[in-house]
């Protein structure tokens, strides 16, 4: 059992839906992090949330948009996705840096295909 | 800059036999290290993480790694693989304390022969 839960698990869109991919997270942690994955590559990360503030944004485009609401959730929404934004979206949390060695914990993912 | 080097993006060994993943950084300090697992639609799972503690880092699952400073090398062993250790790994490295991101390394797939 993962303490990172994402919802939902599949999720099959159109190029000009708008959805929303939610992150949950019950350890404490102050940092939420939204990382995308494709087949056999590591995860690239997309934002990084501290304390509840956007922290990091790697120049992801703007038909994503990252929501921090509360230290426990992270959304991310889905506007206008094109081909090749299908991938395993990954959501993280840890403490934030400065705290020693803290890993990140890893939800298992929403697999996105945009049709 | 940070960077990280896993050798052999394919490594396929039968049950029972030592499992090597092999982790190279490239940093002038040792950095925070960790291995993580991804199996079949999941997603990444913390096999271990180094800590100055100790150079000898034991994890889940029966793996261990080793810091090598001299080697800039934190490879993950495993003495005997079983059907369930299938899956991909990836080390990953973080600057320093401050740094949130995690440089990962591009992966390594292992297969289990019965």
């Known amino acids: 059992d993962t303490e990172v839960t994402q919802t939902p698990k599949h999720l099959v869109m159109g190029m000009t839906n708008k959805k929303s991919l939610k992150c949950e997270q019950h350890?404490?942690?102050?940092?939420m992090y939204w990382y995308k994955q494709k087949a056999k590559k590591p995860p690239e990360l997309m934002f990084v949330?501290?304390?509840?503030?956007?922290?990091i944004n790697e120049s992801v485009p703007s038909r994503f948009s990252p929501e921090c609401p509360n230290s426990s959730l992270l959304n991310l929404h889905l506007h206008a996705l094109q081909p090749e934004d299908s991938a395993l979206y990954l959501c993280?949390?840890?403490?934030?840096?400065?705290?020693?060695?803290?890993?990140?914990?890893f939800g298992d993912g929403t697999r996105l295909s945009i049709l | 800059a940070q960077s990280v080097t896993q050798l052999g993006s394919h490594v396929s060994v039968s049950e029972g036999a030592l499992v090597l993943l092999r982790c190279n950084y490239s940093?002038?300090?040792?950095?925070?290290l960790f291995w993580y697992v991804q199996y079949p639609n999941q997603g990444l799972q913390l096999l271990l993480k180094y800590t100055s503690a100790a150079t000898l880092v034991k994890g889940i699952n029966g793996f261990e790694a080793e810091f090598k400073k001299s080697e800039t090398s934190f490879h993950l062993t495993k003495p005997s693989a079983h059907m369930s250790d299938a899956a991909e790994y990836f080390c990953?490295?973080?600057?320093?304390?401050?740094?949130?991101?995690?440089?990962f390394g591009a992966g390594t797939t292992v297969t289990v022969r019965a």
């Open positions: 350890m404490g942690h102050r940092a």
């Open positions: 940093s002038s300090v040792p950095p925070y």
């Open positions: 990953a490295v973080r600057l320093n304390s401050n740094d949130y991101k995690l440089s």
């Open positions: 993280a949390s840890s403490q934030p840096p400065g705290q020693g060695n803290q890993p990140q914990h």
């Open positions: 949330y501290s304390y509840e503030k956007l922290s």
